[in-house]
């Protein structure tokens, strides 16, 4: 029976592969060079367009500027071992097993230091960055634990992540780790905010923007032939959502196109309809602004309103 634990966040006491890519970067500036690609290729991976995986190689092309990756590793540690919580530390067996999505080469020595025998973590070249496989993350991980212990058994399991659910569910007992803070899995309750830290969210304040653009055009295009602007406002924000449906589709949250998603989508923008007409209306009534501020300050202030009922309600796969 093996007790196995996530890694950063879990017995770490932060994001391995963050720290080291801040600790290189001090160390060799060059790296700078390679932050354009890493982030359009994030850009790509909010999109859809790339996977993690992909994101992740061309984010530890790094590693190419870095002349004596080993001895760079052995000083990183000397400096962050600290970081190891105690309490871990105080429970921590022979036989426990780490599986991280972190990079095998990263956590190797730090394992070695500790005693760690067991280690599964994504596959990653240390000179070039490249994976061999998928990164080591969700299912993955439970794919990675039957290939090299096809008999095991999991009596203990630590994450910080509910993205280790899979993981999770094949242990006898199940924690949550919150800091220093173990807390039951099934006992556990995430913050309702998480939702705004999600590839969809990004993707959707993308849409989002594109949305607000054509928004503010179109309605203030209908305001050249309509006086009144808050009446101007109404084709304009029609028109504006007919192509935010087709983009969230596409790109947000991945879903065909259907007449009753489309119409579940319109009902998901009434209170964002509110919000913003009441806006647009105070504007015109009491501070008499140019109009396309007007349009502007309205459709920024109902973009989370609209995610939380489009995600739970329009495209709720």
């Known amino acids: 029976m093996l007790n196995i634990y996530d890694f950063d966040e879990t017995i770490y006491d932060s994001d391995s592969t963050k720290d080291f890519y801040f600790y290189c970067l001090k160390k060799y500036p060059k790296i700078l060079l390679s932050v354009p690609v890493m982030l359009w290729t994030f850009f790509l991976y909010i999109l859809g367009v790339k996977t993690k995986t992909q994101f992740k190689e061309k ?20 400096k962050h071992e600290y970081k190891i919580k105690k309490w871990y530390i105080d429970r921590q067996k022979e036989d426990d097993l780490i599986i991280s999505a972190s990079p095998e080469f990263l956590l190797k020595p730090i394992c070695e230091r500790l005693g760690i025998k067991n280690l599964i973590a994504s596959r990653v070249d240390k000179q070039t960055g490249l994976y061999t496989g998928e990164n080591c993350w969700g299912e993955e991980k439970v794919k990675r634990l039957y290939a090299e212990f096809p008999d095991a058994l999991c009596n203990e399991f630590y994450s910080d992540s509910l993205s280790d659910e899979p993981l999770a569910a094949l242990a006898e007992d199940a924690k949550i780790i919150r800091g220093t803070e173990l807390i039951k899995w099934n006992e556990y309750s995430p913050s309702k905010l998480k939702i705004f830290f999600s590839r969809e969210f990004l993707a959707f304040l993308f849409v989002g923007g594109i949305n607000t653009l054509s928004n503010v055009i179109f309605s203030t295009a209908y305001s050249i032939f309509i006086s009144n602007t808050t009446i101007a406002f109404f084709p304009g924000y029609i028109t504006s959502n007919i192509v935010s449906y087709l983009l969230n589709s596409y790109l947000t949250f991945k879903e065909k196109l259907s007449f009753m998603k489309f119409i579940k989508f319109f ?31 309205a459709a920024v202030i109902g973009v989370p309103v609209t995610f939380v009922f489009m995600k739970v309600f329009a495209f709720k796969k």
């Open 59 to 78: 984010m530890y092309r790094f590693l190419c500027y870095v002349s004596d990756i080993d001895a760079a590793l052995a000083d990183f540690w000397d």
């Open 267 to 297: 009902i998901s923008y009434i209170p964002n309809f509110i919000i913003q007409t009441v806006i647009v209306y105070l504007f015109d009534s009491f501070i008499n602004g140019p109009s396309v501020l007007a349009y502007t300050v």
